[in-house]
């Protein structure tokens, strides 16, 4: 019969083996987020600042990591279009609103470059408050130039997830709305857009007023963003 020393002796040995297969693990598992060829980090989403990223995140836009994490929403400043930056808005408040996924491109530049370039990035909610509320978002972007390889697919893919992405807005709208909201995306205004339809401005109104219910969008900004990510120019 085994004695007690023998048994506790193979129950640290246990321990031990265990402890040093998880950080084993845990090494592989932060060198493959480290390597992954994409930058990763996590946000706040109420202070839209990012309080962790992985070294292609710095390494791409040429900021140390402890630049990154102090500069707080100074840095999407920085690096980020002026074109895109309502871009961010409208993920922060789809993200207070809702719990799923969202996803888009932008452009971004490096650290004292004048240079822009595009990346295509998906966000996801990834811890939460006592009350279910989003509290911090997980982000992963890719550098769209990397992808240059297969030129011909990213433009046939494109083609397709445009006009399917086009079918399940429109097909929210009613025929007039539709109409609207095609005019409104290319900048004509209420009076322009009544003369145009021979409608009334209020009834213009009306109707942009529900098709901005509809779209979940909350200015014009924000439709035209819309419309551009839709493919409507």
Not at 17 to 32: P, Y
Not at 71 to 76: A, D, I, K, S
Request: aromatic letters at 8%; proline letters at 2%.
């Amino acid at each position: 019969m085994q004695d007690m020393g023998t048994e506790s002796r193979d129950s640290h040995d246990a321990l031990l083996s265990e402890n040093a297969q998880l950080r084993s693990r845990l090494e592989h598992l932060e060198a493959i987020i480290e390597k992954v060829p994409a930058m990763l980090y996590t946000s706040n989403n109420s202070k839209k600042a990012v309080n962790w990223c992985n070294v292609r995140l710095t390494d791409t836009l040429g900021y140390s990591r402890e630049e990154v994490l102090t500069l707080g929403t100074e840095f999407f400043r920085q690096v980020t279009h002026p074109d895109d930056m309502n871009i961010l808005a409208i993920s922060q408040q789809k993200f207070s609103e809702s719990k799923g996924m969202f996803g888009g491109v932008m452009r971004v530049r490096r650290k004292d470059d004048q240079e822009w370039f595009w990346v295509v990035g998906l966000g996801l909610p990834f811890t939460f408050d006592a009350h279910g509320n989003v509290v911090d978002v997980i982000c992963v972007f890719l550098d769209f130039s990397n992808a240059l390889d297969t030129g011909n697919q990213i433009t046939e893919a494109l083609r397709v997830v445009l006009r399917r992405r086009n079918e399940d807005v429109l097909n929210k709208l009613t025929a007039r709305e539709k109409d609207i909201f095609m005019l409104a995306a290319r900048g004509f205004n209420n009076k322009e857009i009544a003369e145009r339809l021979n409608l009334s401005r209020y009834t213009v109104e009306t109707h942009r007023k529900n098709i901005r219910l509809k779209l979940k969008v909350r200015n014009t900004p924000e439709l035209v963003a819309l419309a551009r990510q839709i493919g409507v120019q």
